[in-house]
């Protein structure tokens, strides 16, 4: 029983389905032109790999999940063998769009693609 509760957390912490954090599930369009990214309900992703500002193309999934907080910024972790990338996201517009930074500097804003999740 505790491994199917402790299953069941890290399936929500995966997706960013806890209460305190925002739901990163669906498709997302990218403001600097790569292809959309996909990210499941268990934090299945594609096309969320970014290294020095810039999109690192793969046909290996990753995962993505939000592992942290700190006031309206949450730390976005994206792994994707052999690298794992961390980022702060903005979310704004209702959960609709976030702004992924690396530092100071916004590398990328996404947009969720309506009816999506």
Not at 41 to 62: A, E, F, H, Q
Not at 72 to 88: G, H, I
Not at 98 to 109: P, W, Y
Request: with cysteine; hydrophobic share 35%.
């Amino acid at each position: 029983m505790v491994a199917v509760a402790i299953a069941a957390s890290c399936a929500a912490l995966l997706s960013g389905c806890s209460p305190s954090f925002p739901n990163l599930a669906g498709v997302w369009t990218a403001s600097d032109g790569s292809s959309d990214k996909t990210i499941s309900d268990v934090g299945n992703c594609t096309n969320m790999l970014y290294r020095d500002s810039k999109i690192v193309t793969s046909r290996t999934p990753g995962m993505c999940h939000i592992i942290g907080r700190s006031g309206d910024t949450y730390t976005l972790q994206v792994v994707q063998k052999p690298y794992s990338q961390k980022y702060t996201a903005r979310f704004s517009d209702d959960g609709t769009t976030i702004a992924l930074s690396a530092g100071a500097t916004t590398f990328v804003t996404l947009k969720r693609v309506p009816g999506s999740h």
